[in-house]
């Protein structure tokens, strides 16, 4: 397939700290990415430094989208790339949602920004918008306020927006993080549909595995701001290689599991520390030894099949 994002070695560092260190992968078209991994990991660091919405952050690397370089654009060009390109859902739509706004007018300014409408043609495009993304009464939700509306109505409003323009790609971060469970598989079926009608990719952030098996193509672990394994959906469910990976599904509650049943944890928390010399999961890895104080390299162990780790399964 035709890649249609090609990101290599993507750093994005705050003052002596590094965030995102070394991240590579690609992103064929019409294809869904699943990136996870614990809070502090780099998955939403990694797509807001795509999106070059990150102001403060020095950024490294390159990051190929239809041939051109994201990391290398100026402010103009990715002004023309946000929206109408890329589409970007955010994990809290009620702080990306401009408040003293009406919803319909916010989604309305992203069809008239790029594909150039007149207001009625906008607004237009917008009722058809909150149509499609399954918001009820659209015309009166138009006039609406975000502190109006619930959370699963604003996501879907950040939905509409994400889509106006039919983006090539569409960044999900934690699209489902702050909604219940039923509202949960509304938007994650509405995500789904949207993104095969318009033939998008999709990046789904998020460190729920159960999203993970449903919804993607493909998956990428990240840890410390590096992936430490990469592969299909199936294959890394089936055959976990990394640690790390391992942990992370061993913690996932079975079905049949008693309410007495202890859940499996992985010790300690994410370091936070760019520098740690080493593979950074060494301090909480049960298979830690000498050769963990070397950085191992993400190497393929099957076709398609990369893992980082001196060990792997």
């Known amino acids: 397939m035709t890649a249609l994002l090609e990101v290599e070695n993507l750093s994005v560092a705050f003052g002596a700290t590094r965030a995102v260190d070394g991240v590579s992968f690609t992103l064929a078209e019409g294809e869904t990415l699943g990136l996870v991994g614990e809070s502090g990991c780099g998955k939403s660091t990694t797509a807001l430094a795509l999106m070059r919405l990150l102001h403060n952050a020095r950024l490294g690397g390159t990051a190929l989208f239809g041939g051109r370089d994201l990391l290398a654009a100026d402010e103009p060009a990715m002004r023309r790339i946000r929206g109408a390109e890329i589409g970007m859902i955010f994990q809290d739509p ?7 706004i009406r919803v319909g007018d916010q989604v309305a300014e992203v069809v008239r920004t790029h594909l150039g409408l007149g207001a009625a043609a906008a607004r237009a495009r917008a009722l058809d918008l909150f149509q499609k993304v399954g918001i009820a009464a659209p015309e009166q939700r138009l006039r609406a306020y975000p502190h109006e509306l619930s959370g699963g109505m604003c996501q879907r409003v950040m939905i509409a927006a994400a889509i ?11 699209p489902t993080t702050a909604l219940d469970v039923t509202v949960q598989a509304q938007i994650l079926d509405l995500i789904r ?8 990719a999709v990046i789904l952030i998020t460190h729920d595995l159960g999203v ?3 919804m993607t193509d493909r998956v990428a672990v990240m840890y410390a701001g590096r992936i430490v394994e990469s592969a299909a959906t199936d294959t890394l ?7 790390y990976t391992r942990g992370l599904l061993g913690s996932v509650p079975a079905l049949d599991s008693g309410w007495d049943e202890d859940l499996a944890t992985i010790p300690g928390s994410v370091q936070t520390a760019a520098d740690t010399p080493g593979c950074r999961f060494a301090p909480r890895c049960p298979l830690a030894s000498d050769i963990c104080r070397e950085s191992p390299a993400l190497l393929e162990t099957e ?3 990369l893992v980082a780790c001196w060990k792997p399964a």
């Open 303 to 305: 076709p398609g099949h």
């Open 237 to 243: 469910f089936a055959r976990p290689s990394h640690p």
């Open 94 to 100: 009620g702080t990306a949602l401009h408040p003293l």
């Open 193 to 200: 549909a949207v993104s095969r009608d318009a033939g998008s």
């Open 164 to 174: 106006a323009c039919s983006p090539r790609l569409l960044l999900a971060d934690e």
């Open 212 to 214: 993970v098996a449903g």
